[in-house]
Structure formats: structure tokens, C-alpha cells
């Protein structure tokens, strides 16, 4: 393994049963980081854990039971996270390494330049060997504004900081044909980029996190489509980064990435969902074309909706309602109107400004 890696730990990677922080488990991870980094290996870190850590640490404080669910989120974050970071910080420096605590919202993704400002930040900390903690700022994010899991951040993170590689520890050993728990389920070792794993992963919540299964692998589809491998492992299973590292035989999914990687600002945009101002709907065969690489033409938009303007993302959607790509758009949402339909018009969204929905495939009426 080479290059640059971003590592997520999940909740229920750190949590005991009781919802106490497992130091134990926290302490292994660290070693095993501490010895990728002396591999020469830069390494950011994707950590949950506050919120559980929190609510292990209050437990029976009066009063706590009455909280709603925003108001506990914040108390237990708040209190969890200087807790995990904490720890962090001893263990990182019991191997002479430091490590710095990043929080991030959202919102800090939302525009470019905040965007940039992050990215340059983490690049600062790395060239100087410092090893970034990234985790939600879970105190202040706004309930309709968060992340669905840390699993999407840590695909912001991997995208932003062009790593080579994307490791999700969870609880189990990847992803599974069905439930993990039931005995006909089987490990699912390799998706490549043609492949359609709603197909075979179970559309069953299991406890990984706020987001679930198949939430897991929509992430890892996007991320390897923007050219980054995605690993999915068990991170309570011994020694299993350097494993990994050493190509050894351990249970794990592997997500290959896209033969071509994507630009930084594709990168940018393949996480843009939540940031999107407005929808372009466009007929089949304009969705077709773009599949193929082409920019998005007014005379294949059926609807514009929203108010945008010049530069903001849209979604761009197809008939039957599916999201085929996001995109920077060259005009307003007005000029786009009255463009709409027509022929001989300039594009609404360059291809080089555009991202593909890994998912359009499988989502949409294939010809
Ligand atoms: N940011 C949350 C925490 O640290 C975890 C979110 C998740 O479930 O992935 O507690």
C-alpha cells in the first residue's frame, strides 16, 4: 500500500456493548495507524464515536432522559468528542506522532472556497506529519444539514484530499448477500464499477452506524467512481490495517476504483447532493448522451426547477425521476427556462463541470 489512505472508524468499532469508549480497541487502531505512517503512508482519520463516548460518560446524570433528541446529540457530542480526541492525542503521542482534531459541518463543504480552505488546512497538517482526526462537529450541525453517517464524510474527505485508498472499518467484515447474521448470507469479496450491488446486498438496516447497509455502499460506489479504491472491513478483527497493507488474506469487501480518476472539481461535485440549488429534467436520450460524455444541451430539458444562479449545482434528472449527474450550471435558473427545449442553444452544463451518478445505471430504463 502506498500513498495516501483515509481511515474511517465507526461508533460501534470504539463502543463496548455498555456504550463506554473502547480504549482497548481505540489503543490497536492507533498502533496500527502509528505503523502505516512509519511505512512511509499518510494517513487522515475518520473517527466516530463522540456521541456514544458522551452518553457513556453521563449516564444516570439527572435530567439527560429528558432531553430531545437534538439537545442530547449535542450534550453527548460535546462531551464525548474532548473525551475521544483525548485519547487520541496520548495514544498518537505515545508513538512520537501528533495528531489535530478537525470538525466539520456540512455547510464547510457547501461552496468551493470553504471546500478549498478545508483541504488546504489537512494538507498543512499532513506535510507536517501531523495526523488529522476528522469527525462531524455533531455540537453545532443542523439536524436537517448533517451528514447521513460518517461513512458520507469520510467520502467527502477521501474525494477531497485525492487519497489513493478509502478503509471503512465497521463491525463486520464487508458486505454481505443478505443479513451477515444469517447463514446463507455470503461475504461479497470484489464490486468493480459495472457492477450493480443492490442486486445482492440486503436492503436490511443493520447497526452500522446512523446509515446503514446499503447507504455504506452507495458511498463506496461513489467514491470508486471518482477513481478511489474503497475497502470495507472489520475493524474489531486484529491487525487488520497492516493486513490490509500487506495484501494479506482477510476478510474484506474491496470496491475497485474507476480506470480514470476524476478531476478535483468532479470530486467536489460528486459529493454535491445536499448543496444542489436547483433540478434540470431531461428526456431519455439527452440522459443517454451524457452517460456517454457529453455536456448537458437545452434542447433535451423538459423542467427546470429551483432558483439558481450561474455556477450553483444542479441535479440533473432523468423521466423517471432518477438523479443521472450533478453539475456546475453555465446560467441562471431564468435563462434556463427560457432556454429549455431548444435547439442550437449554448450548454447548461459542461461535461468537465459535471459528475455521473454511479447509481444511473441501475436507476434508470437502460435502452
Ligand atoms: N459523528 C457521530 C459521532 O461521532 C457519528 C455519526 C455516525 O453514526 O457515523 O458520534
Redesign the pocket.
Known amino acids: 500500500m502506498k500513498g495516501r489512505i483515509v481511515v474511517k472508524v465507526?461508533?460501534n468499532v470504539l463502543t463496548r456493548p455498555d456504550g463506554m469508549l473502547d480504549v482497548t480497541r481505540q489503543s490497536a487502531i492507533v498502533d496500527q495507524i502509528a505503523e502505516l505512517t512509519k511505512r512511509g503512508l499518510e494517513v487522515v482519520l475518520v473517527?466516530?464515536?463522540?456521541?456514544?463516548s458522551g452518553r457513556g460518560e453521563l449516564r444516570g446524570m439527572p435530567g439527560t432522559e429528558r432531553l430531545d433528541a437534538v439537545e442530547a446529540r449535542q450534550l453527548f457530542?460535546a462531551v464525548?468528542?474532548a473525551k475521544l480526541i483525548n485519547r487520541y492525542y496520548e495514544l498518537f503521542r505515545e508513538h512520537n506522532i501528533h495528531c489535530g482534531q478537525v470538525l466539520a459541518t456540512k455547510e464547510n463543504f457547501a461552496d468551493r472556497r470553504s471546500y478549498l480552505n478545508q483541504q488546504g488546512c489537512m494538507n498543512t497538517m499532513l506535510a507536517h506529519k501531523v495526523v488529522p482526526v476528522v469527525?462531524?462537529n455533531?455540537t453545532v450541525s443542523l439536524s436537517e444539514l448533517m451528514f447521513t453517517?460518517?461513512?458520507e464524510l469520510s467520502g467527502l474527505i477521501a474525494g477531497m484530499m485525492n487519497a489513493d485508498k478509502l478503509i471503512i472499518l465497521s463491525n463486520i467484515d464487508g458486505m454481505y448477500t443478505g443479513n451477515p447474521d444469517d447463514h446463507d448470507s455470503v461475504l461479497i469479496p470484489r464490486i468493480r464499477p459495472d457492477d450493480d450491488p443492490s442486486a445482492f446486498v440486503s436492503a436490511e438496516k443493520s447497526s452500522l452506524?446512523?446509515?446503514g447497509m446499503l447507504s455504506k455502499c452507495r458511498i463506496a460506489r461513489l467514491v470508486a467512481a471518482e477513481g478511489i479504491e474503497v475497502i470495507i472491513a472489520n475493524g474489531r478483527r486484529e491487525n487488520i490495517l497492516t493486513a490490509l497493507a500487506d495484501n494479506a488474506d482477510v476478510p474484506h469487501t474491496v470496491f475497485e476504483a474507476a480506470a480514470r480518476p476524476a478531476s478535483g472539481l468532479k470530486k467536489w461535485i460528486a459529493h454535491s447532493d445536499g448543496f444542489a440549488k436547483g433540478s434540470i429534467h431531461v428526456n431519455q436520450g439527452c440522459a443517454e448522451a451524457l452517460t456517454t460524455g457529453a455536456s448537458l444541451l437545452p434542447v433535451g430539458v423538459t423542467a427546470v426547477e429551483g432558483a439558481f444562479k450561474t455556477n450553483d449545482i444542479v441535479t440533473i434528472i432523468n423521466p423517471e425521476g432518477h438523479t443521472v449527474a450533478w453539475g456546475k450550471a453555465t446560467c441562471d435558473s431564468g435563462t434556463a427556462q427560457e432556454t429549455a427545449g431548444k435547439p442550437g442553444m449554448p450548454v447548461l452544463v459542461h461535461a468537465d463541470y459535471m459528475f455521473l451518478n454511479p447509481e444511473r445505471l441501475y436507476s434508470s430504463p437502460k435502452s
Open positions: 465507526g461508533s473517527s466516530s464515536g463522540a456521541v456514544a457530542s464525548g468528542q469527525n462531524e455533531d453517517d460518517n461513512d452506524g446512523r446509515g
